[in-house]
């Protein structure tokens, strides 16, 4: 199987016949890695498709990857979310194709704003790495309690609560786009990130 086959495009409306598999896969994806994830409804994947807010792969007809973007506080922050290919299309770079086909549909729509993730996976903060994201505390991302209110479908809601929306099993990753970092990512090792996030967790977490 080859990802040239595979074609990572804007998504249009026509594609939210696809929301129910997308719902499916990201849920399913969630089982498998054994991690918090916020479900979304079948109706919230297709407003995103809808109103031009997502990115999709296609293997010709059959949806293969996605990705959509959510702005919050009035426009100061854009998040992009949702990131998911098919299980059998993995392994190809497709992930790497949709996150900066999606980063780049947040920089169209949202020019001015700071674009955020929070991930458990390392291969999505690797991404976010050498697009020029760095980690950041909760304190630096949205303060809008709609998007936070959008973390009550994960199963590790609770420890989110529990530390005043300070830290959870997430990370945070920034970009500014008026602090740029190097074209090289500067010195950002997101493995160390990982390790020290996990070590901190341990101790701090109640």
Request: glycine residues 8%; aromatic residues 10%.
């Amino acid at each position: 199987m080859s990802e040239k086959k595979v074609s990572v495009m804007y998504a249009e409306p026509c594609h939210a016949v696809h929301a129910e598999h997308i719902c499916n896969l990201i849920y399913e994806s969630a089982l498998q890695r054994g991690t918090g994830i916020a479900r979304r409804t079948n109706d919230y994947i297709a407003r995103k498709i809808i109103g031009g807010k997502a990115v999709v792969a296609l293997d010709g007809d059959k949806l293969v990857g996605f990705s959509y973007i959510e702005c919050w506080g009035h426009g100061d922050f854009v998040a992009t979310s949702g990131l998911i290919v098919d299980p059998e299309y993995r392994h190809l770079g497709l992930a790497a194709r949709i996150k900066s086909k999606t980063f780049d549909l947040a920089r169209e729509r949202f020019p001015y704003a700071k674009i955020f993730s929070i991930t458990t996976s390392l291969p999505v903060m690797k991404l976010n790495s050498r697009m020029g994201y760095k980690p950041v505390t909760f304190s630096e991302l949205t303060d809008d309690e709609e998007f936070w209110a959008g973390c009550q479908g994960c199963v590790n809601y609770d420890i989110l609560q529990r530390n005043n929306r300070k830290m959870c099993l997430c990370y945070g990753m920034l970009y500014d786009p008026q602090k740029p970092l190097p074209k090289d990512g500067g010195s950002f090792n997101p493995y160390l990130l990982h390790l020290k996030n996990k070590i901190a967790k341990i101790f701090h977490l109640k």
